[in-house]
C-alpha cells in the first residue's frame, strides 16, 4: 500500500546540496563485488572511478540550518601529515584520491547560500569517517549529532585503521551529541520502528542505517506537498545500485544487505522517496527534480 510521508506540522524547509570536493575510489568500493574488501584494496584494484562528488546537505528547518555531513576538510590535500604515515598510510592511498579547492570548503560554501558557519544550529553526522567530518572545526557553537554506536567504536584501539582519524573527530571545543535510537512509533516509517525525531515535528527524523560503519546514521526529511528525501551517507554510492539491492564494496556485507532491504521497503512503501548518497554524482540533480 502506497502512503505519504508527511510531517506532522506544515513545515517549510529548503534543501540545497553542495559539494566539497571530489574523490576518486576504486571500482570495486561502489560495488557490487564478490571479492573481500582488503583483497581488492591491497592487491587486485588497478583503476579509479572518475571523480564523485562530497556531498553534504544544508536544510533550512524554522528552528535553523541543519547540515547532514560537513563534507571534506581542504587540509586533507594540503596538509601533507593529515593521514597517517607508513602501513596505514598506505592503505588510505589505495582507498581514494581527493581534489578540493578553497571554494569548495564547508565555510565557502555555506557563504554562497547565504550563511556562516556560525549559523549552523545542528550538524548530523552520517559517520565518522574523514569525508564527512572535514568541516567539524569550523562549527564549536553547533550541536553535532552522531551515533552513540558509532562513537564508542571510533574510541576502540586502533582507529585510524579502521578508518577513524581521531586526531580530526575528537576536536576541542565541540558540543557532541551522542544519539541513541528510541521507538518512534510511527506506523508510516516501516519498517523503521526506531531513531531520532530531531525537533519533535516529524520533519527531520534521524534513522539508523548500519553497514557502512557499525554507527551509520541517515536522515529523513519530509515536506508538505514535496517528495520525501533520504539522505544515506555511505550506504551506498549509487542510488540505482542501491534500488536493485546491491552493496558496496566496503562494510559489513550481511548487515549491509538486511539495512538495504529495510530502505527498499520503506521505497516501496513510499515510491516518491528520494535517497541521496553523499558520493553519488546524479544525487544533485536528483534533488533539484525533487523541488
Known amino acids: 500500500m502506497t502512503r505519504h510521508l508527511m510531517p506532522r506540522n506544515v513545515i517549510r524547509m529548503k534543501v540545497s546540496v553542495i559539494s566539497t570536493g571530489s574523490v576518486q575510489i576504486r571500482p570495486e568500493h561502489v560495488g557490487p563485488t564478490r571479492q ?17 562528488p562530497i556531498n553534504a546537505y544544508v536544510i533550512e ?28 598510510g598506505h592503505l588510505y592511498d589505495r582507498l581514494a584520491k581527493f581534489d578540493i579547492t578553497p571554494a569548495q ?16 544550529h545542528t550538524a548530523i553526522l552520517s559517520h565518522l569517517h574523514q569525508d564527512h567530518i572535514g ?10 549529532l552522531v551515533g552513540a554506536t558509532e562513537w564508542d567504536d571510533m574510541r576502540k584501539p586502533f582507529p585510524a ?22 521507538a518512534l512509533g510511527d506506523a508510516d516509517l516501516g519498517p523503521f520502528t526506531t531513531g531520532h525525531d530531531l525537533f519533535g515535528d516529524g520533519a527531520l527524523t534521524v534513522l539508523p ?29 549509487d542510488a540505482d545500485l542501491l534500488a536493485a539491492g546491491e552493496i558496496p564494496g566496503v562494510g559489513a556485507r550481511k548487515t549491509m544487505r538486511r539495512t538495504v532491504a529495510m530502505v527498499n521497503e520503506l521505497r516501496r512503501s513510499h515510491p516518491d522517496l528520494v535517497v541521496l548518497p553523499a558520493h ?7 534533488l533539484v527534480a525533487a523541488g
Not at 585503521?161 to 535510537?181: A, K, M, N, S
Not at 553519488?280 to 536528483?286: C, F, I
Open 161 to 182: 585503521q579502521r578508518g577513524f582519524l581521531r586526531t580530526h573527530i575528537d576536536v576541542p571545543g565541540l558540543r557532541w551529541e551522542r544519539v541513541t535510537p528510541e
Open 209 to 237: 542505517t548500519p553497514g557502512h560503519t557499525a554507527g551509520s546514521q541517515s536522515l529523513l526529511v519530509r515536506r508538505p506537498g514535496q517528495a520525501p528525501l533520504l539522505m544515506v551517507g555511505d550506504l551506498t554510492y
Open 135 to 144: 568541516g567539524l572545526r569550523e562549527l564549536t557553537r553547533s550541536r553535532i
Open 280 to 286: 553519488d554524482p546524479g544525487a544533485a540533480d536528483r
Open 36 to 52: 573481500p574488501t582488503y583483497l581488492w584494496l591491497m592487491v587486485t584494484a588497478r583503476s579509479w572511478t572518475p571523480p564523485r
Open 61 to 88: 528547518h524554522p528552528e535553523g540550518v541543519v547540515l547532514f555531513d560537513t563534507g571534506q576538510d581542504i587540509a586533507s590535500v594540503t596538509d601533507p601529515a593529515y593521514f597517517p604515515g607508513g602501513p596505514t
Open 105 to 120: 570548503t564547508l565555510a565557502a560554501s555555506l557563504r554562497r547560500l547565504g550563511h556562516e558557519p556560525g549559523d549552523v
